[in-house]
């Protein structure tokens, strides 16, 4: 079920009334797709906050209420300030609910590679986000991924990722997504430990000493 938002209509397009529009929480925004002209809008950024406040996130399939017309969109971009990281800017995709779209889903990883760890080992996402097909309806909020079977030498691709009903993953199929980093701690120290008793085994003569061979009786 889309997620409603709030907009108004008719504002005042240029950098400087965007601005000030952000300055008053405001933020300016443009919804187009479909055939449709483009329309100019603003959301407020407390509506905005509230509508993405469920566990779909920016993925969140929204219900746009512009004017007297609704349109079932998504979060096509948001652009935000480079220093105080706010949105300043939304654009929105307007989507039919029954068409296969194309989204970026955040990838996460769960159970523990005991394996792995018992070695010393570190199993590492590649990606944060996987580009999936799907209907609005099937979106998965996000991509699960099991690692607890995971060995030191193991890999986990794209081709390996067991998706929901009704999503196809698009790209490579041998992308790697998780990897397992090594550390190599074990091998220096033992590598250090030869080196130092190398040292520790060679004598060092004592200047003015006399060698073996050369000294003489006592009185």
């Known amino acids: 079920m889309p997620t409603a938002l709030k907009t108004q209509t008719g504002r005042i397009v240029g950098s400087a009334a965007s601005r000030r529009l952000v300055a008053t929480d405001h933020i300016p925004a443009v919804v187009y797709g ?18 993405l406040a469920g566990p779909a996130g920016v993925n969140t399939i929204l219900e746009l209420h512009v004017g007297d017309a609704k349109y079932s969109a998504i979060i096509k971009e948001l652009q935000r300030d480079p220093v105080k990281r706010v949105v300043r800017h939304i654009d929105f995709m307007q989507i039919s609910l029954t068409e296969l779209i194309t989204m970026d889903v955040p990838v996460h990883i769960s159970g523990t590679a005991k394996a792995v760890l018992a070695e010393g080992g570190l199993v590492d996402p590649t990606v944060s986000t996987i580009e999936i097909r799907a209907t609005a309806s099937n979106i998965p909020n996000e991509i699960l991924i099991d690692v607890s079977h995971m060995g030191m030498n193991d890999v986990i691709r794209l081709s390996d990722i067991v998706l929901p009903s009704g999503v196809t993953a698009v790209g490579d199929p041998d992308l790697v997504i998780v990897t397992v980093l090594t550390t190599k701690i ?8 030869a080196v130092v008793e190398g040292e520790a085994g060679a004598a060092t003569p004592v200047a003015g000493a006399a060698a073996a061979g050369d000294a003489k009786p006592s009185a």
């Open 34 to 51: 479909h055939g449709m002209e483009p329309i100019k809008i603003t959301v407020e950024r407390r509506d905005l906050r509230n509508a």
């Open 186 to 193: 074990e091998e220096v120290a033992v590598v250090v430990a």
